[in-house]
Nanobody, 114 residues
């Protein structure tokens, strides 16, 4: 069983930055593939960024060059650094771990508005 706890969401003006964190339980965090998803009102959940156990990353086209996913295996934590935020980034952001199955956090709200 893997438990995920997100933090770092909030209200930000367009052009601003936020960093989301996701703390995971388990002593073998280093082998989990981790990802961030988001879901805006009335829309399907979509992949934002992913990082595998070897540190390889991939991003949705809409966030390339603005968002960076990283992981700290010593802290069992994955991060999503978000820069140049846009109103269309407004969503609930979910942390995901892929191990024996998919695990999800409770989500953290990110609102980008002036």
């Amino acid at each position: 069983q893997v438990q995920l706890v997100e933090s770092g969401g909030g209200l930000m003006q367009p052009g601003g930055s936020l960093r989301l964190s996701c703390a995971a339980s388990g002593s073998i965090f280093r082998i989990y593939a981790m990802a961030w998803y988001r879901q805006a009102p009335g829309k399907q959940r979509e992949l934002v960024a992913a990082i595998d156990s070897g540190g390889r990353t991939n991003y949705a086209d809409s966030v390339k060059g603005r968002f960076t996913i990283s992981r700290d295996n010593a802290k069992n934590t994955v991060y999503l650094q978000m820069k140049n935020l846009k109103p269309e980034d407004t969503a609930v952001y979910y942390c995901n771990a892929d191990y024996d199955r998919a695990y999800w956090g409770q989500g953290t709200q990110v609102t980008v508005s002036s």
